[in-house]
């Protein structure tokens, strides 16, 4: 199992951003994570990335604790979060071999050339990342989260503010990803969801309304629209 949560809380004083949800997600599965904003996604991303503590419950990452053996789950991920943190006066080239050193990647000149061509930044490679789109800044920290060939990918809001273009292209490297890596990645925009996933998590006000395939979902609910379906069990 690559990621196992378990009745998994958190609390902001008297404020539960999550309140014991439980969910796993198998080897090679892309998963949605759909919910509406403050619904608790982005915080689930960050306990899953050891990036802040739960409250309560268990959360493992291909086998490892995210409290007891943190520094091997973040081996084992790559986390591309909401706001994409980049240093804007590095060169792409320059950025990815910055953080390849801090994974201490061997053969590390061959790796950044594999992912500058898997993310489809080799006509931006020799420019600084200020003077990117930010469809292209995306694909930098995409780069960055999986340079070091992570079991687990994990983005929370990755096409937010991208045009239609930049979003067609980052759906497909999504996709991509999917083949060799399991995926989660929060959202609130459900075209992402039906264009991307098998499976979705609905979570609304810390809690869990719904997971299943999207078949089933639309299955089990008359057929209806996934935004129909949204709102009923967000509201």
């Given amino acids: 199992m690559s990621i196992e949560v378990e009745q998994l809380t958190k609390n902001y004083g008297d404020q539960k951003a999550i309140d014991n949800i439980s969910f796993k997600v ?17 915080t689930t991303m960050k306990i899953l990335s050891c990036f802040i503590p739960q409250t309560s419950g268990k959360v ?4 490892f604790d995210v409290t007891a053996n943190s520094m091997e789950v973040r081996r084992n991920i790559g986390y591309l979060p ?31 050339v594999e992912v500058i061509e898997e993310v489809g930044l080799s006509g931006e490679q020799h420019k600084k990342i200020g003077d990117l789109s930010k469809g292209y800044r995306q694909r930098v920290g995409l780069a960055q ?40 990645f929060s959202t609130h925009i459900m075209q992402e969801i ?4 098998s499976r979705v998590i609905i979570i609304n006000r810390g809690k869990i309304t719904a997971d299943d395939q999207l078949s089933n979902l639309y299955q089990n609910n008359n057929n209806k629209s996934l935004e129909d379906i949204f709102i009923a069990l967000t509201n």
């Fill in 145 to 184: 989260a999986i340079i070091h060939n992570p079991q687990v990918l994990i983005m929370d809001e990755p096409t937010s503010g991208l045009d239609p273009n930049q979003l067609i292209g980052i759906r497909k490297l999504i996709q991509e990803l999917g083949k060799t890596k399991t995926v989660i």
């Fill in 60 to 63: 493992s990452v291909c086998g």
């Fill in 82 to 112: 909401e706001h994409n943190p980049l240093y804007l006066d590095h060169y792409v080239k320059e950025s990815l071999e910055f953080i390849a050193g801090v994974h201490q990647i061997e053969n590390k000149k061959r790796r950044i």
């Fill in 194 to 197: 039906e264009a991307i996933c």
């Fill in 26 to 42: 198998n080897p090679g599965e892309v998963l949605g994570f759909l919910g509406p904003n403050g619904a608790g996604k982005s």
